[in-house]
């Protein structure tokens, strides 16, 4: 065992972190997503700074989850105004938060993960940007109800 190549799970763990990241930045920003994904690529991805070399990341996975959350965003957003309370619609919770959901949404719209691999990978994401666990019970229910909503197929039977 090297320990010179990360995994496949880290891989993407990491892309989808790198994944919300961009959209939080193209969304605050206003920036275009072929500038952030370079941007991402060139100076984030892998990059050796002052504190060390970022995570190494699946950067397909990264791309793809980036370019289906600006094509399916109007979707997403629908369904994860559907898995929110009526009073909050998805354009007044926290950017991070909206970041999340797409990036999430952006996975469930495609039948390439599993839903319940894609709430759980989300989920993870969600108790590391916000530690004290509450974000965490509403990524969780409000991803479960996109997911049923955008996969209901996988929830059958």
């Known amino acids: 065992m090297s320990g010179a190549r990360p995994d496949r ?39 050796e700074d002052e504190d060390g070399r970022a995570p190494e990341a699946d950067e397909r996975l990264f791309g793809r989850i980036v370019d289906d959350a600006v094509t399916w965003q109007s979707r997403i957003d629908q369904a994860t105004d559907r898995g929110l309370v009526a009073k909050w619609p998805i354009d007044r919770i926290d950017p991070v938060l909206r970041a999340l959901f797409r990036a999430a949404g952006a996975e469930l719209v495609t039948p390439s993960t599993p839903p319940k691999v894609v709430i759980v990978e989300y989920v993870r994401l969600a108790q590391a940007f916000f530690p004290d666990g509450k974000e965490a019970k509403f990524v969780n229910a409000v991803l479960d109800h996109v997911a049923r909503d955008l996969r209901p197929e996988a929830f059958a039977g």
């Open 9 to 47: 799970r880290a891989l993407s763990a990491a892309a989808r972190l790198y994944a919300v990241q961009a959209l939080f930045q193209m969304e605050a920003a206003g920036q275009s997503s072929d500038r952030v994904q370079t941007e991402f690529r060139t100076f984030r991805i892998g990059a």
